[in-house]
């Protein structure tokens, strides 16, 4: 099975990876390996928020070459050129960086739940899949914790068939 990467960048929590290397194990059919934590980049950093691409770009940097994608996890807040704050970026067949500062909940269920969703999410951009309209696709983009508890942990038929054949393409079943 191919390998993907994981990092955390800042600071590790073992339920946030042990939940991220699940979906990466179940829902990717790919070999996760915990790389280990990075420290934040600070170009582009603002008060109490990175950039989310310099930090994806870091980790991409230091993914060993035998790993086929990088995904990393962080507790900061995140922000994008274009958006004040993000759940989470992806490179399309590279990586994604997902932030759990806005997930938090006092249940873990819940936490744990949301974090499932927002690296299911990015991990279908990095194979290629688009936003989904449907509000209950977990390709949805989520504009807000309503919209990703809305959501499901799942992608809908139509997400599910374009997964499968970027799936195939890469040899991955
Ligand atoms: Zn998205
Ligand atoms: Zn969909």
Same mark, same amino acid.
């Given at each position: 099975?191919?390998?993907?990467?994981?990092?955390?960048?800042? @600071?590790?929590?073992?339920?946030?990876?042990?939940?991220?290397? /699940?979906? +990466?194990?179940?829902?990717?059919?790919?070999?996760?390996?915990?790389?280990? +934590? #990075?420290?934040?980049?600070?170009?582009?950093?603002?008060?109490?928020?990175?950039?989310?691409? #310099?930090?994806?770009?870091?980790?991409?940097?230091? /993914?060993?070459?035998?790993?086929?994608?990088?995904?990393?996890?962080?507790? !900061?807040?995140? !922000?994008?050129?274009?958006?004040?704050? @993000?759940? &989470?970026?992806?490179?399309?067949?590279? &990586?994604? +960086? #997902?932030?759990?500062?806005?997930?938090?909940?006092?249940?873990?269920?819940?936490?744990?739940?949301?974090?499932?969703?927002? #690296?299911? %999410?990015?991990? &279908? %951009?990095?194979?290629?899949?688009?936003?989904?309209?449907?509000?209950?696709?977990?390709? %949805?983009?989520?504009?807000?914790?309503?919209?990703?508890?809305? /959501?499901?942990?799942?992608?809908?038929?139509?997400?599910?068939?374009?997964?499968?054949?970027?799936?195939?393409?890469?040899?991955?079943?």
């Amino acid at each position: 099975m191919a390998v993907c990467s994981l990092f955390s960048v800042g @600071v590790s929590l073992p339920s946030v990876e042990e939940e991220t290397e /699940k979906v +990466i194990r179940e829902k990717f059919k790919l070999t996760p390996r915990f790389e280990g +934590i #990075v420290p934040p980049d600070s170009r582009g950093s603002r008060t109490s928020q990175l950039l989310a691409e #310099v930090q994806l770009q870091n980790v991409l940097s230091l /993914k060993p070459s035998d790993a086929l994608f990088a995904v990393a996890v962080t507790p !900061y807040d995140l !922000y994008s050129d274009s958006l004040n704050f @993000v759940f &989470g970026v992806a490179y399309p067949f590279k &990586g994604g +960086i #997902v932030s759990y500062a806005r997930l938090l909940s006092e249940s873990t269920e819940l936490f744990l739940s949301r974090v499932r969703k927002e #690296v299911t %999410h990015e991990m &279908g %951009h990095v194979f290629g899949l688009s936003h989904c309209p449907d509000p209950k696709c977990v390709m %949805h983009f989520s504009n807000s914790l309503a919209d990703t508890d809305y /959501k499901s942990e799942d992608f809908c038929p139509l997400c599910k068939k374009k997964l499968a054949s970027a799936m195939k393409q890469l040899g991955l079943f």
